[in-house]
């Protein structure tokens, strides 16, 4: 790895980013097939992947600071993003997405999806510089890595769909995430079940 803590892109699919942004749509035809963990990682990376010194990502962050972190809830269990590293850890085996499922207010698309990524804000990095506009721009920047994710997803022909309504704190404890972790918005992502046309 170079020194600057870069990592090599993952490859996306070779669609342009006008269609990309053409045909991204909110999808919940989810089938059962599992991703893989390069199919993962690579969606992370889309969202939080470093690409430049001192740990520059895709997304931009106020003051380069970068307040969140992703996770991904999948049949296998609860895996966290290395940005760093470009990679994930398994960190608690288990199916936990009935459980997620029910702290986004029982939304079928949450338990259905074979993964969904957990964009969640670590508090304490941005409060000491920005102070009381720390949340909001945590709320902006988890956008911006949400859309990044959803995009990639679109070029890599999956179905995806953003979910806010979320119980933070029940999704906190899903996750089994200290008080200093608070999850914002989930992005439930799969293979479709419907054949293409
Ligand atoms: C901030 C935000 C929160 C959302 N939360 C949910 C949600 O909880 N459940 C859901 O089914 N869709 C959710 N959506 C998806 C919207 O319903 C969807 O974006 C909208 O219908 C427009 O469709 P499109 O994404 O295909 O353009 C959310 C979208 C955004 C931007």
């Given at each position: 790895m170079p020194s600057t803590g870069m990592v090599a892109a993952s490859p996306l699919a070779m669609v342009t980013l006008e269609e990309c942004l053409r045909s991204r749509r909110s999808r919940?035809?989810?089938?059962w097939d599992p991703l893989g963990v390069d199919e993962l990682r690579r969606l992370c990376w889309a969202g939080q992947g470093v690409t430049g010194?001192?740990?520059?990502?895709t997304a931009p962050s106020a003051g380069a600071i970068h307040p969140l972190e992703l996770y991904v809830v999948t049949p296998s269990g609860i895996s966290h993003y290395d940005a760093m590293r470009d990679r994930l850890t398994l960190l608690r085996p288990g199916d936990r997405r009935p459980a997620l499922c029910t702290a986004a207010e029982s939304q079928d698309v949450i338990g259905l999806a074979p993964a969904t990524i957990v964009v969640v804000a670590v508090e304490g990095r941005m409060e000491p510089r920005y102070g009381t506009r720390a949340r909001r721009y945590q709320l902006i920047e988890a956008g911006h890595v949400a859309q990044n994710v959803l995009l990639a997803a679109t070029a890599m022909g999956f179905c995806a769909i953003p979910v806010g309504a979320l119980d933070d704190l029940a999704a906190r404890d899903v996750l089994e995430l200290p008080a200093t972790h608070t999850p914002l918005y989930l992005v439930a992502v799969g293979r479709s079940s419907v054949e293409p046309t």
């Open positions: 919940r035809d989810f089938c010194p001192a740990g520059l990502r």
